[in-house]
């Protein structure tokens, strides 16, 4: 008996942030923005905030809802600036050194900065780095973009901010902290993403507009690719130093990351999803009595399948939310099939029914080929899998975290291979087009992507330095284990 | 500002049970038992294992997944035969002490024992026992069950077992472990479920068929009201040394409790949902563009109203599942409105829409009303509230963790009152014959209820003794710090 | 390489106990005290207070310092009557349910009961009471006393009290607590100590006095052997009714348990070991240069020796106070000899010198041999061990953590055979008319001895009822590990 | 009531370090001799360990023996060569970053460093380094060695260390790991003590020889003032390239911080402190009945006192050795008097007596007046007090921890103010000339003093360029509370 967990197929990204000038419960409002934004890393959070004297940083493991409490919380981070970070999860105990925000004492004072994203030439800086004398205390990119600002020859921070990110390449949201502003940055190519938010004359930036929500926040704008948001005691100026290309968030916090109620350039995202099913239901229709989403990520998209083929919603799979950290498995019981601890059938509803199984996407396909085999012991007579986003053939490279290229299950195999792999009685996934209507409505550029559809397509928006660095592991060369 | 929880306003049962019989690896069978049945005990849960010559017991507070784990839980818990159960959550650190099973060296032996349900003369029992010189180590009704057994005058272990179960009354199921023989026990009632299975030819009892499903057991029956089930190696008997009365379980497993997935008496707890949404429709309809649900317990009850109604069914809340222990709420904020934690509203779905949300009940009515008011903000124009069971009138004594009769929103306010108080459009509610209809088909008889509908009605199955015991706090004379 | 631990081998008591009567800082005086009695029992330590309504009992693992702190002390345990107990270290984690002061709810009200020592007859009585249906949550002899007074047929408390105490045989010293009295009572032999001490008007029960000392209580008198000490609002009471045994306490408490500060029968503890240390110079005299203690329990002794002998006292062996919980040994390194973790030879004293080694006591001879060794290893030239207590040859059933009669080296082995085992030039124990001499001044009375001196002698004061009691192991049926 | 604790007025230093080359458990040796010198810091504790291709690093807060345990440690840090380092106990919870040995990843390589002692120009270095755009994440001295190696132009290792070394001034014990050597380090005034050894062909560096002898290694000899010493696989080799000014160790190591049992430039510890009590009973006799050393680090002299003056030698004062951390004091006593969770007075041994009460040393004075009150409450006739050190005047900056000048009790009165604050008879200090006796048999040469006895004279071996550096806490501009 095997016991496998759906989750563990799906993708991860790093992380959330947030940032609040202004507002004199500045820790207690970034808490709050950072629990709606848990759904983007659920590993650690930390939270940086600055009085006026001196900087307060508390980094620890688990939800901000554990960690971010208590009637002393304005005590233990006092001031009315500051700056949270969320991070995703990850194999093992994290080492608090890898938490964010992190801290530098520059010579112009206190810097803190937390960070979403993957840098694509951080390897080869890092080296560099090293090679002039800089001492890394984490393995983390976030402090190679320390490093730049902290060696910069320029005189003002905004400036050496600047210098510092024209050295990076990849995809990033920033949010920083100094002694007298909060700044915020978002990549020339805009993958991922930032807005700018109103909360009584505080402002606020935050990975999406549900954070906004939570504290009761207006939304402003979103943050422009390549722009670099300072907001002083003086208001917020924009800085566009860098030539921006002209592309848009990656598909993903669509597909996946966002959450349902956050709007990403003004579209919800929520209907964003209800429309890939929509569009999925004419691409690849199927004759069948139900539409049964994987949840819950594939709900949405479900809803939108059913409308359109006008077959019945069901919750065909229960998820169960109380999953503890590991599981055992006994090993001497003849069933031969695998159960899953977040997953069970609903048997009532799919007994002896034709079921559409309607899932946001397919990664490695191990986990739908179980879910799969779950839904036809419940009795399914026929099983027709659909994938609301297109085929995922190539790995990201910017803070996403994805499985090589030969793992990915359409990267290695024909349509008809996955069909069989899977075991099911058809199989269809979202065009790319589609997925540009569902998103856009607009039909996709070839010379330059209106999004950013790497994944799909293998067209990257920035050059890939590190991938062709073949110093292999310096950067691993620490083994640290503290108390 | 207010931040709420709407999980707050429902109601809790204690608890899950689980037990084994013959299984090599009765441990783990018991653990993932325990884990299918995770909805029905968060707070604490815990193992007896007999392995032919000692007792093992772990006892932890949290999740199964988290207490039982590790490649060592056969050595920590070895045996063929074991017992679980999974207590529901509670305010403040719950003692050691009070986490089941408990077990007690008997003059015959060995015995450990786990419950599900609550007595109505455990404090006038307890009074007694402890007047003939018994010692209580806990708070808890099973305490009381064990002293009855420990003190019986009767030879045979079972026969203690009948003669304990005499002189009890409420709502119950127990699951107990000799040191030769599984024994499975519901009260007369059958307020509390319990059921039987078989896994390989070892004989499971669970409180629901989803813990045999998970498990890859086959159901074999309920367990009747008022029967023992005895499991030894010579194989199963059953035993009915009392009057049975004839209702059938508390109606409330199939409004909240149960888990979507489990059968009870044969029917599908999500259809059985799914109907009650289905009659609301017809019973209370309303003119509205989408149907919402109160996530997650509100969701099949929403699916029937939409289909029945052709109104499209949306997620116009977002639950976010990532929720810590506590939260700080900021004192300076503007907002006058409340936020929650767990529940977020998608605007995209409620903005100018004429709106019918779904729950499965109303208990107090505190989160309702906040719950319309965060759909209000969002922009909904009308909001018809439909609660998927009738008006809850009446405390429950047997196992349901529910506020007092003052507290009940139904029990002090008339239904126009309930409706402006919930600051609603209109607002409806299953009634009892519908209730009847969606579970079981059939006109409720008066004389003899089939189901326990007590809450609704007022007609106790059994009597409330305590409830007239007036001496007040006796046994909560301690206060206990453990480390 | 071998890493040994030289504490392993010395003698281990169950524990201090403390109570106090009316001071309105009750739970402070009581960590107070039993930190003066820390030496008394470090695994764990436990207060329970009355504060006129309600008991409140906190039990902890570790030290009373660690355990008794923070300025809420008497928000956790408030009231002015409070009882608290040591508990000696054994090994594994102790579970929390044999961790003192234990509570019941009796019909009268509640009571809390503390104990040091040991009954001789507490498993039949268990077997008695478990055969009655009396329901045992925890291994200690405390729980059988608790369960005789909840049995008893007496109504009132005092009276149940001494019900109980005429039941049991052994070596105690108890402090109880109930709702309107604090009650002392002392095993008929005397075997355990127990004094009477005034605060500022307030009655203190404690183990030693060296616990009146810190707290800066007057010392009123011991209590007698076989008395009961009631405390009421209306003052002292003292009961006795038992016949009184014309013997004094333990021999050990002189020899190796109380404190040096403490006083017992009107004698410096430090004064009577000093007193050991001349009698040993005179009886077993040795040609030497140096007297060396082995700390920190052979001090005063070895100054008695230096005194009466003339030949210098130096520290030769060095004692490391900072010692964690385990100890991790090199396998693969050359050196043939061991290693202690807490003692060092201090080489410049010892080497090419004729060494006097003065140790309180040896038990097993284990580590006295490692002692010996290390010594040798150092360059001592003659090394002559000196046993400031005589053989002890029989095993103690009082209370004393003690090795089985074949362990003993005294039991196993002639003088020769042990002087060669321990490789020294020459061996010399303390007489036992010597040990008379040194703690009262008298010579033994054969018939009745004026101490406890069973373990040089073999002549117990008491019946061994369980000793002779042959079923194995029953009350150990359960394994327990609770969270 | 005042509880107060000796030890509050005892100096404590920075800290204990140790290193091996070249033995197959190369951890589990440094666990071992990190546990021989925990006198030396038990705040915290870490190892780091290199096997050939990864460095492994652990880091914990408390002692030795509870964080190097386990049978997996050589799994956890393996490898032959491995360094270790014992931090001295400060207020409040360390910060793991403040922890030792701390690491880099220099391009030549991993390299790791633990240090004994404190710079006198480390914060003017690390302004420069910051102003450079250094990155510091910890607030130690060591950190500034590290960015000054990883800085140095030089290629190769030894000579980047010779490079750094140069720039630092003030008293350091270093020893430091990279991929292919181990290095230690002394100041060039000898100010921090190191010692070679050899387990088995395995090179040890260890603050003092108590090291050595726990683990079985031989004593080579003592690392010279301004010596570096290389370990390689080609074997030991020695580096002189500074001048050498002629001081010898710190004259504390013999006062109060070196182990007893531990020899310093030949010299027995134990021996020098016994012959300071010997020279202070010559130059300050008392007339009197008994001599008390107060415990522990009173003894050795207090037993040369007792040998050159004739009077007997008593444990007067009682140490308790099992002290938590904190304690809570009543406020409603009468009790005017202070007493100790750590002494307590031997009635029998003070009463009615004329004391002599020997300490190593008096600091602030506080609690030597709190000891002398106790011990005249129990009784004493008259009090003479010895201080086995010279009056302490003047701060040292090299590491160990001191009161500021103004708080030093000889800083800031006469004799005989003193007396009069103590509350003595008579009050007597060793002279400058006795100690250097006592020590090195030598005459005090003004021009070149033999030994380190900055304290005691004022005339500092160093430059002191901190204490020049005027800009106040920059370094200390982040507060950080890490999970």
Chains 1, 2, 3, 4 share one sequence.
């Not at 207690?28 to 959070?45: F, K, M, N, P, S």
Request: glycine share 8%; hydrophobic share 40%.
């Amino acid at each position: 008996m095997l016991i496998w967990d759906h989750d563990d197929d799906k993708l991860r990204e790093e992380c959330g942030v947030f940032g609040v000038f202004g507002h004199p419960e500045a820790a207690v409002i970034t808490a709050l923005g950072l629990h709606a934004l848990q759904h983007r890393g659920q590993e650690a959070c930390g939270i940086a905030a600055f009085d006026g004297k001196l900087f307060h940083n508390e980094r620890h493991t688990g939800l901000v809802g554990d960690a971010f409490t208590g009637k002393d919380l304005l005590k233990r981070l006092p001031g009315s600036w500051a700056i949270g970070h969320n991070r995703y999860p990850t194999q093992g105990t994290p080492a608090i050194r890898n938490i964010q925000p992190i801290f530098a004492d520059l010579d112009c004072g206190g810097f803190a900065v937390a960070h979403n994203g993957n840098l694509t030439n951080s390897r080869s800086l890092r080296r560099q780095l090293v090679d002039k004398g800089a001492i890394f205390q984490s393995t983390m990119d976030t402090e190679v973009i320390l490093h730049l600002i902290s060696r910069s020859d320029k005189a003002r921070i905004t400036e050496r901010f600047v210098d510092a990110l024209g050295q990076i390449e990849g995809g990033y949201a920033l949010v920083a902290l100094s002694e007298n502003m909060l700044i915020g940055a978002r990549d020339p190519v805009g993958l991922r993403p930032l807005v700018l938010g109103d909360l009584d004359g505080a402002s606020i930036l935050a990975s999406e507009t549900c954070a906004l929500d939570l504290i009761g926040a207006k939304f402003v704008r979103e943050v422009e690719p390549g722009e670099i948001i300072v907001v002083t005691k003086d208001g917020v100026e924009s800085l566009t130093p860098f030539q921006r290309r002209s592309t848009a968030p990656c598909l993903f916090e669509f597909v996946y990351f966002a959450r349902p109620d956050s709007m990403i350039q003004g579209k919800s995202v929520y209907e964003v999803r209800r429309r890939m099913g929509e569009r999925l239901a004419q691409d690849t229709p199927a004759d069948a009595d139900v539409i049964v989403p994987v949840p819950d990520s594939g709900v949405p998209a479900a809803l939108g399948f059913a409308e359109a083929s006008g077959i019945p919603f069901q919750l065909g799979i229960i998820r169960n939310h109380y999953v503890g950290r590991t599981f055992i498995e006994p090993t001497q019981t003849d069933r031969q099939n695998s159960i899953s601890k977040k997953h069970a059938p609903n048997r009532a509803v799919l007994k002896d029914k034709r079921v559409v199984l309607v899932d946001d996407s397919i990664v490695r396909g191990n986990t739908s080929k179980r879910i799969v085999r779950m839904v036809r012991e419940a009795g399914a007579k026929e099983i027709h899998f659909r994938s609301a986003s297109p085929p995922i053939r190539f790995p990201d490279y910017y803070g996403i975290d994805m499985p090589s290229e030969q793992e990915l299950m359409a990267s290695r195999m024909s349509l008809e291979e996955m069909r069989n792999e899977l075991e099911v009685d058809s199989l269809g996934f979202l065009s790319v087009d589609g997925l540009y209507w569902a998103v856009g409505d607009v039909k996709r550029d070839p010379n330059t992507p209106q999004y950013a559809d790497h994944c799909f397509t293998g067209d990257y928006p920035t050059r890939l330095i590190d991938r062709r660095y073949d110093e292999v592991g310096r950067d691993a060369q620490l083994s640290f284990l503290d108390d």
